[in-house]
């Protein structure tokens, strides 16, 4: 009888305003972005085992510590950590009997959300298989959970909130949708992976040791967000990228850019000709966001090529979860 399997694949994301300031409560706004990771499960008996197909690992047989880490893996950090959020997925439903397999498009440690579209597209893909019938919304508040278990960091719901519901979510305590148009943007990645959880730590260090300072920061940072929700829903570009501007000039305010982030910020909007550019998500490496003069994606990508930066077109508001049930 032929194997059937089950797919899920979501989404990863990018921040475009308010990282960091909405740790401490202020509004930020992110968008689904066309990049997925793609997770699908088929029936193995007396077996469990989760493979990284673009990761070059397999891991069988392993055990689940009491934290969701994987016991016994020796390979990458890379494949161990997208291993780790699986792994997560797998104790929290109590699965076995499957091999669950993995594969992403969305580069690692760089603010994309490689990690929430993993452990959401798992989590969606592992508990249809096992015929659970869980909503999006469950999907996504337990994502978000089994996430910062794994990271154990302080993290927002932003990531899993993008990768279950797509579109765009705007975070303020927790995630509600925004009905925006898609917007032509380009992100730019620096070869510097970057660490969320030490950033955030680092910039809430900062925030207890200037609280004078940085909470006017993180003020201002949330009236750029609440400012670009009309100039998305106008299309007033100009505009949007004069608060993409702003909203970065304070992110290297609080230490969260890096010399090479700076440099593809400078390339996209000189050579580039964007209208705006910042960096997304963390900061302290990772990737850049900038917005296009329309029609002026490629101007934008050469630019970035050119300051050995690498470079994708990106359309906002992509679709977010799907699961795909029967596969044979
Ligand atoms: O994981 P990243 O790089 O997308 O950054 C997350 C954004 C922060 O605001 C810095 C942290 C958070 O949980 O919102």
Redesign the pocket.
């Known amino acids: 009888m032929p194997c059937v399997k089950t797919r899920a694949s979501a989404p990863g994301k990018i ?1 475009l305003f308010g ?2 300031a ?2 401490s409560g202020t509004p ?1 706004i992110g968008s689904a972005v066309g990049l997925r990771a793609r997770v699908t499960v088929e029936d193995l008996p007396g077996r469990l085992e989760i493979a990284l197909r673009d990761m070059g690992l397999t891991v069988t047989g392993f055990s689940v510590g009491p934290n969701g880490e994987v016991i016994s893996l020796g390979s990458s950090e890379e494949a161990a950590r997208a291993a780790r959020y699986v792994a997560g997925v797998v104790r929290e439903l109590d699965a076995r009997d499957i091999r669950v397999i993995v594969e992403s498009e969305i580069p690692v440690a760089s ?1 994309l ?1 490689s990690s929430a579209a993993i452990v959401v597209a798992a989590l969606a893909a592992v508990s249809s298989h096992m015929g659970l019938d869980l909503s999006v919304n469950q999907v996504a508040a337990q994502a978000h959970g089994i996430e910062k278990m794994v990271q154990q960091g ?3 719901p ?2 899993t909130a993008l990768s279950a519901f797509g579109g765009y979510q705007m ?1 303020c305590g927790g995630a509600s949708p925004l009905e925006l148009p898609a917007i032509e943007m380009v992100v730019g990645c620096t070869s510097r992976p ?1 660490d ?1 959880r030490s ?2 730590a680092r910039v809430q260090e900062l925030r207890s040791a200037y609280p004078e300072v940085i909470g006017p920061i993180f003020q201002a940072v949330g009236e750029i967000t609440r400012r670009a929700i009309p100039c998305i829903r106008d299309g007033s570009l100009m505009e949007l990228g004069t608060l993409m501007n702003m909203n970065q000039g304070l992110l290297e305010s609080i230490g969260a850019g890096t010399r090479e982030l700076s440099e593809l910020i400078y390339a996209a909007r000189g050579a580039g000709g964007a209208l705006g550019a910042k960096l ?3 900061g302290g490496g ?1 990737c850049m966001i900038a917005l296009p003069e329309p029609g002026r994606q490629r101007d934008v990508l050469i630019a970035l090529a050119q300051s050995r930066g690498s470079g994708f077109p990106v359309k906002t508001g992509a679709e977010g979860l799907i699961v795909e049930t029967g596969i044979r």
Do not use: F
């Open positions: 921040i990282e960091h909405v740790v930020a603010g959300g302080l993290g927002s932003m990531d975070v970057h969320t950033e955030v997304t998500g963390a990772g």
